[in-house]
């Protein structure tokens, strides 16, 4: 199995401003993913980090708002770039755990004010 | 890309009912269909999952369909259980180029009266 670990838990931050979440894996994994989760809805993939090479970003989300580092096969960070109220989200992560499917961290709740 | 459609969006039933969730999807090439719990404010949990090469798996109260053909997939749950209330999701994983990632659908609210 992977257990994540995802930090901050939850923030509280001025407009214009950026913040870094980070995702820990207890193990290697190829792929990590970025997901948001606003208010009441489902879950949006932002992107997919593979270790070594650009991050692959989804349709309306580009690299300037959400950068994302992946320096090897146990972490990945994702950062908010020049905060709106609208990017007040839920922000998570998540890697394939083999047979065991796909986990989650548990999720960074933002609010942006 | 893959499009996942979930319904019903909201779900009430008695304590003992039967509960069904249906979901569609658009790419043939999806091989993986797993079924998340999510409880308000935590994370997704996975419940149960089915691959494109089975049609149905059973995990005690819970089950899960998959027509390949149709495109459409449904999770069953039984003898529910008001712990059962929360939001459910499909979801549906690309094959091809796009392999990996999970499209989800719009997630159903099921509440469960005692």
């Known amino acids: 199995s992977a257990v994540i670990s995802q930090k901050p838990s939850r923030d509280i931050c001025q407009r214009g401003t950026s913040l870094t979440i980070q995702c820990q894996v207890d193990?290697?994994?190829?792929?990590m993913f970025w997901y948001r989760q606003q208010p009441g809805q489902s879950l949006t993939l932002i992107a997919t980090a593979n270790q070594g090479s650009e991050a692959t970003y989804e349709s309306g989300f580009v690299i300037d708002k959400f950068p994302i580092s992946r320096p090897n096969l146990t972490f990945s960070t994702l950062t908010v770039s020049n905060m709106s109220p609208e990017d007040s989200s839920i922000y998570l992560c998540?890697?394939?755990?083999?047979?065991?499917?796909?986990?989650f961290g548990s999720g960074t709740r933002l609010t942006v004010v | 890309g893959e499009n996942v459609e979930q319904h019903p969006s909201t779900l009430s039933v008695q304590e003992g009912d039967s509960a069904v969730i249906k979901c569609t999807y658009s790419?043939?090439?999806?091989?993986?269909f797993p079924w998340y719990k999510q409880e308000l404010g935590k994370r997704p949990q996975l419940i149960i999952d089915?691959?494109?090469?089975?049609g149905e798996k059973k995990d005690q109260r819970i089950a899960v369909t998959l027509n390949k053909t149709a495109k459409h997939f449904s999770l069953h749950i039984t003898e529910t259980q008001p712990e059962d209330s929360a939001v459910y999701f499909c979801?549906?994983?690309?094959?091809?180029?796009?392999?990996?990632?999970?499209?989800f659908g719009q997630g159903t609210i099921l509440t469960v009266h005692p």
């Open positions: 089915i691959r494109s090469n089975v």
């Open positions: 193990s290697q994994v190829t792929m």
């Open positions: 979801a549906a994983r690309a094959g091809g180029t796009s392999y990996g990632k999970l499209t």
């Open positions: 790419d043939s090439a999806s091989n993986y």
């Open positions: 998540s890697v394939e755990a083999g047979s065991l499917g796909y986990t």
